[in-house]
């Protein structure tokens, strides 16, 4: 079932891209825990931000993340 794998790609894709923004997290102990290699989670992220200057939905979506993080840092 491709669709579902894809689901977990993304959400390791949006977990590590905003892992990445903020200081205080470390890419490492999220590859950690989430049982992955830091460098192919690095990559995913990389891919993960050139989406999210092709595609009005997903950058609309990593904004209201963004925000939402904001208020609770």
Same mark, same amino acid.
């Given at each position: 079932?491709?669709?579902?794998?894809?689901?977990?790609s993304?959400?390791r894709?949006?977990?590590?891209?905003?892992?990445?923004?903020?200081?205080? +997290?470390?890419?490492?102990?999220?590859?950690?825990?989430?049982?992955?290699?830091?460098?192919?989670l690095?990559? +995913?992220?990389?891919?993960?931000?050139n989406?999210?200057?092709?595609?009005?939905l997903?950058?609309?979506?990593?904004?209201?993340?963004?925000?939402?993080?904001?208020?609770?840092?």
């Amino acid at each position: 079932m491709p669709g579902k794998h894809m689901k977990y790609s993304q959400a390791r894709a949006l977990l590590f891209f905003f892992v990445r923004e903020i200081n205080h +997290l470390s890419l490492c102990n999220l590859a950690n825990f989430l049982k992955r290699d830091p460098s192919s989670l690095s990559q +995913l992220a990389a891919r993960f931000e050139n989406k999210i200057g092709c595609d009005a939905l997903v950058a609309q979506n990593v904004n209201e993340i963004r925000r939402w993080l904001q208020e609770y840092d």
